[in-house]
């Protein structure tokens, strides 16, 4: 049987997202990676191997 493992989501405001999936699923900021047109955000916690991949645009 498949299951995720991965999902990216496009977010406007990067720290209202993490507050967010924080609160909902206690989700953890794993991995930031800031690129000059975009940042990357990777949440997971320890009970699960989903990974969730924000992505803030900048323009």
């Known amino acids: 049987m498949a299951k995720a ?3 990216m ?3 406007l405001d ?3 997202s993490i ?3 924080d609160r909902a699923f206690g989700l953890q900021v794993a991995e930031r990676m800031d690129f000059p ?3 990357l955000v990777y949440l997971r ?3 699960a191997d ?3 991949e924000l992505t ?3 323009d």
Do not use: A, C, P, Q
Request: charged share 40%.
């Open 5 to 7: 493992i991965h999902s």
């Open 9 to 11: 989501l496009r977010v």
């Open 14 to 16: 990067e720290e209202r």
């Open 19 to 21: 507050d967010f999936y």
């Open 37 to 39: 047109e975009f940042t």
């Open 45 to 47: 916690n320890s009970e």
């Open 50 to 52: 989903f990974e969730l």
């Open 56 to 58: 803030i645009n900048k």
